[in-house]
């Protein structure tokens, strides 16, 4: 995880996503954030959002 952190987008990206979508009227349940978030695109459109959510968790080293 610590590489995807060093390789990863700028936090300001990620803020800027944050404030996005917390003040987004209509939010969606998945928001992107920076040109790395930008390679889910197809699989979100193809796979289910478990799958794509167990394929993220996998990626980080994340539990679960």
Do not use: S
């Not at 060093?6 to 917390?22: E, L």
Request: glycine fraction near 8%; charge should be positive; proline fraction near 11%.
């Amino acid at each position: 995880m610590a590489e995807a952190v060093r390789n990863g987008d700028a936090p300001g990206v990620v803020a800027q996503a944050i404030v996005a979508a917390a003040t987004d009227p209509k939010p969606k349940p998945r928001h992107t954030a920076g040109p790395l978030a930008g390679r889910t695109r197809i699989p979100r459109r193809l796979a289910p959002a478990a799958v794509l959510d167990q394929r993220i968790r996998r990626m980080n080293q994340l539990a679960g």
